[in-house]
């Protein structure tokens, strides 16, 4: 785990509550104060013999304590449940700001590598994977993070590496861990590439190499997503009027008809309906 400052037994439990999922935490919060709760409250045993008089002060010693416990450790829980919850909330806009990013500070290339293996997670969590963040050995190495998804556990290596590519030395010791750790697999994930002595090695195994434009397309895939009109509830557009016709039409070929004026005959300058079609057709109607 990542080395931080030193801290209170009480903060490291919050500490590693949040990097479970919430609802994993206020599980074992619930498990913790139940289990406490009923050491605190049983009875104490009927002591009828001198020799027992030390496990007694033990026992009653182990009650004490769980009077203490059942409240310290489910609210630890609790509050590491509540900073899972606003951490999901920080690692879900991460990967939409890295998504939709403009500038090169937010590329993938551009954020922190703690920023990097959070990003990472959200990526698999969006996979359906349950993912615990363990902080690996700080930006060195180690299992940054920890998949589960059914009955298997996957192991993740992350590697914010921009100039240099991930060498053979870190797939190999990373596949020892994967078997000393009993994990179904695991993923080394760059933001580089890897050597091809590297993707040798993992070929036949079970362990997977994540380059860079992998992991760039896992990332646009939650572009696309966010860019995807919502078809459900389409936005109605306000119809235009529709437009009644003034005009007659023909009789004979049911073109539309246009007003004109006779120039000759017993009718000559009246008006009258003719085809707009004239002299093709020359369907008439009074005005």
């Known amino acids: 785990m990542a080395r931080r400052n030193k801290t209170s037994p009480f903060e490291d439990l919050i500490f590693v ?11 074992i919060a619930l498990a913790a104060w139940m289990f406490f709760h009923s050491v605190a409250t049983s009875p104490p045993p009927t002591v009828t013999d001198p020799k027992q008089f ?19 450790v489910p609210t630890a829980f609790v509050f590491g449940a509540i900073g899972s919850v606003f951490g999901r909330a920080k690692r879900r806009k991460l990967m939409e700001d890295v998504a939709t990013a403009t500038k090169p500070g937010k590329t993938v290339d551009g954020i922190s590598w703690q920023q990097f293996e959070q990003l990472v997670g959200e990526a698999f969590r969006r996979q359906g994977f349950t993912v615990m963040e363990t902080g690996g050995n700080g930006p060195d190495g180690g299992i940054d993070l920890v998949l589960r998804k059914g009955t298997e556990k996957h192991l993740v290596q992350c590697k914010q590496w921009k100039a240099t590519k991930v060498g053979v030395a870190v797939v190999r010791e990373f596949f020892g861990l994967i078997a000393a750790e009993g994990a179904a697999g695991g993923f080394v ?9 590297a993707k040798a090695f993992a070929s036949g195994r079970n362990i997977r190499l994540v380059e860079n434009t992998e992991l760039k397309r896992w990332i646009a895939a939650t572009r696309s997503t ?17 437009q009644q016709s003034t005009k007659p039409v023909c009789p004979v070929c049911s073109s539309v008809m246009e007003k004109r004026t ?3 005959g017993v009718n000559v300058g009246n008006e009258f309906w003719g085809c707009s079609l004239y002299p093709k057709c020359r369907g008439t109607l009074p005005s």
């Open 226 to 242: 966010l860019a995807k009109p919502n078809v459900s509830a389409p936005i109605q557009q306000p119809s235009a009027p529709i």
């Open 17 to 27: 509550a949040s990097r479970l999922p919430w609802w994993v935490s206020l599980l």
């Open 189 to 197: 994930v760059t933001s580089g590439t890897f050597t091809d002595d």
């Open 262 to 264: 006779a120039k000759r």
């Open 54 to 72: 030390a496990s007694a002060i033990t026992g009653q010693a182990w009650r004490t304590l769980a009077m203490f416990l059942q409240y310290v």
